[in-house]
Each structure stands twice: as structure tokens, then as C-alpha cells.
């Protein structure tokens, strides 16, 4: 795809979809943010739908294809912000966990037997459950606590995290759509600079704990992620969740903006530059183990003969 | 009396159809697909430039034939996704990759013939059978032609085929880079099988 088309596609379109959503839905009427408004959970969730289906077509109902099934997840996720935006603490984090859950099954059943054993699977699946769990719960507890805005711009900072880290797991179609849901939130930032109540995400994030949980986990199962750059990644909400009380204190509105932001930049952009890495040295390893110690490996059978 | 006479001619009937049958199924040999001499080989074209070529390096399958009676032959055979090779490991990782054939959901592809016939030439035939791949089954239809049959040098018959389909990829959900490479993908196979027993 040409580098301009890809930018419509995956960007343009899906960040004017957000504005108009957000604009017609009026969550930003609203003088101050209301955890209990699905405008972006619906804004965001028909953005990275559009880009998927942009980018790789329509997505299929009940996919064979374990990884294409995100666009539903995100679907589910929207349609099920608002109410869920009425449950208190303990019943949401019990919902968080049932859906992470579901997930973790999805992705890592067709993996055993094969791939993975019982045990195998089922500490996967607990990764994969905590992962959305830490996703979701987390960026709930500390949205609320911090700007719209700033928190908008640290979660858009994370998004762009997991898509390179996806990238750099060898799925650049996943990568891509995940810049979908990036353009979403960069159309409510930008939003959020008028009326600071359009970039409230706590009702989004169960779509974003979905995007950054499937995607992630597609990365690392079924192609070439890495253990460590996932667990950096999903510890950053609970880096955010423990600055919480600093974060919510900025005596500067310019601060109030950027302080959510650099508080994870750094390791972001340590684990982006580690993922990398990773993705260039395992070229590397593996062409010299190739060509010296592994014939097979370079497609060569040792063991044939007339 | 006369209704033990209708019987055994029944049963004689019977046994004489079914023996035909038994003939005609035990004159069409088994064969194992030698997977070290056979072939599996795929093209597809790059940024709308130049046609590039790909391999897979382990095909397995079983084929039964008879040429006097082609019309029973069977054939499927299984390719190994994570052996897909061409010339550059990271390309063959990002082949297996969710990107094109996630080859740890869906570690095969698979053809199995539904019907054979014989072609207009000498040797040639049509194969149409269901090709899996991706988890996606869609009927196609390979013209296979007859390169050769003869004792090998281990004392065992041998019997080749090669045949050349073209394929949609992106009907198998194989959809990425839809305008860097090519939708068509032609698929070359050539098969030597050892026959069985």
C-alpha cells in the first residue's frame, strides 16, 4: 500500500470518523467528564473498525482466523460501555475479568494440543487474562483521577507503544490497525483542547483493553512478540495508577497535559527501542545459525539421500 | 426348490459383481508421495514488476491410480506451512506470521481430490479436489500430466506428476499487501510417488 493511501486509510479516515461520533454523540456538551457518557467507547470503536476494515477488508463474522476476531471484541466492548459504566468497583472488575477471560480462551485454544500443553496454555491464558485486566481496570482507576486530556495523550502514547511492539512481532496488517484506534483518540485530544470533557476515555476502556490485549497476545502466539516487552508495556497503566495522586495535582494546565505523558515515555520508549532490537538481532542469530550449525533451518533436509 | 435355485443364482450374482469390484479397486496402485523428490513450488508477482518465486519444503500425502480406469484415482496431500523457504528468513517468518499464513493456527494446507478424469492428451488429467488453506476450503481444479512411471533404484515402482493451478489468495484470507504482491499466486506441484507393499 502506497505511503499516502496508508495514511488515509489507516489515519485520516479513521481519526474524522471519531470527530464526527464524538461531535454527534455530544459527549463534549458535557461541562466536566462523566465516566458514565459511551461517546468514546462508541468514537473509538467505530475508528479502529473502519481502519480494519480500510486496511484489511471487512471483518468476517465468527472468524476461523483466531486473530481476526478483534473488530467483534471492540464492537462488544462499545456496546457494552454504558451499562457497564453504571456498575460499581467490585461487579466491573468481575465483567473485566469474564471478558479477559473469553479472550484468553479464544486465543489460546487453538494452540493445544500442538504448540502449548495443558499447562502451558492455561498459565498463557492467565497472562492473557491479566493482561486485559491491567489494561482495563487500571486505566479506569486513574482516568477519572487525572486531565482528560493528559490521560488521552498518555493512553495515545501507550496505543502507538503496543502498535510498534506488534509491528515488531512480525504482524505489520495488526500494527496497522492499531494506528487506527491511535488516530481515534488523536481526533478526541484534539477535541479535548476545546471542551476538555470530549477526551474523557474511562468509558473506553474496555475498547482499548481490547485492542492492546488481542493485539499484543496475536503478536506473541501466533508470530514472534516478546515476553518482556509485553509485560513493560502492561505495567505502564499501573505506573500511571501509582502516580496517580502526583498527576492530579499540576499546578499549570500545560503541565496538567504533558505530565501523564512523560511519566511512561521513558520506559515506552526503552521497551519500543529493546523490541527493536529484538526484531533485528533475531534476524541476524538466526541467518548465522543457518548457514554454520542448522542446515534444516535454511531449508536444507540433513538427513536426505537418493 | 425353485426358490433355493433364485437364491443361489442371487448370491452368485452378488459374489461375481463384487469380485469385479475388488478387481477393479486392486488394480489401482497405492502410492506414498515422496516428500524428499517432490515439489512444491509457488509465484506470485512483486510490486507489479517481476514474478517471484517461493518453495515449500515438505509436502506428504497418498495418491491411489490406475491409468486404464483414472476416474478412480484419489489423491490429497498436506504441505507443511512452516516450511515455507525463500531464501530470506525473515520473509519466511513473516510468511508464517498472522500476516499471511499463520502457521501456527493452521500448520497444513490441504488438498484432497473429489473427482478425476482423464484429459483430451495422453497422460493428462483433471483433478478437481478441495484446497484448505488458512483454515479456507475452496473447490479448484489442477491439470495434472503423467511425467514418467519405472522401477527406481531401490527396487520399488515409482510414478510422477506435475501439475499448475492458479489461486486467488486473497479468497483464502491470505490478504496482506494487497498492491505490493499479486492476488493470483500460481502453484506448481510436482509429485514423484513410491508406490506401496
Known sequence: MDPIRALLLGVVAPAVLALVLALVLGGWRR????RFSATAAVALAASYVLGWALILGLPKLMPVDVTQATPWFVVLGALLAWPLGKLGVGPRVLVSLLLGA??????????????????????????????????????????????????????????????????????????????????????LIALGLWRRSAAELTSATLVIATVLTTSLWSGKLYAEGDYLVIAVLVALPLVLLA????????????????????????PLAAITYLASQVYFARGEARSSASEMTKPSDDGYDPSYGY | MESYVKLIRTLLASLALASIGVAASASAAEYDVDGVHSSVIFKVRHNGVAPFYGRFNKVN?????????????????????????????????????????NAKQFPTITFTSRAVKAGAKPDTYTVDGDLTVRGVTKPISIELTKTGQGKNPMGGESIGFEGTFVLNRLDYGVSYAPDGLGRDVTVIVAVEGIKKG
Do not use: Y
Open chain 1, 31 to 34: 461541562a466536566e467528564p462523566s
Open chain 1, 102 to 187: 473469553c479472550i484468553a480462551v479464544w486465543l489460546t485454544s487453538p494452540l493445544v494440543p500442538g504448540t502449548f500443553d495443558t499447562m502451558a496454555a492455561a498459565l498463557h491464558g492467565v497472562a492473557v487474562t491479566a493482561t486485559f485486566v491491567v489494561f482495563d481496570i487500571g486505566l479506569r482507576a486513574v482516568l477519572p483521577a487525572i486531565d482528560p486530556r493528559g490521560g488521552a495523550i498518555a493512553v495515545v502514547l501507550l496505543v502507538t507503544g503496543v502498535s510498534l511492539a506488534v509491528l515488531f512481532s512480525n504482524v505489520a496488517s495488526l500494527a496497522q490497525v492499531v494506528g487506527a484506534l491511535a488516530a481515534g483518540l488523536g481526533a
Open chain 1, 243 to 266: 502516580s496517580a495522586r502526583w498527576l492530579a495535582r499540576p499546578r499549570r494546565p500545560l503541565l496538567a497535559l504533558a505530565l501523564p505523558g512523560l511519566v511512561i515515555v521513558i
Open chain 2, 61 to 101: 500425502g497418498t495418491f491411489s491410480f490406475d491409468a486404464a480406469n483414472a476416474t478412480a484415482a484419489k489423491l490429497s496431500f498436506q504441505i507443511d506451512v512452516d516450511s515455507i523457504f525463500t531464501a530470506e528468513k525473515k520473509r519466511d517468518d513473516h510468511l508464517k506470521s498472522p500476516d499471511f499464513f
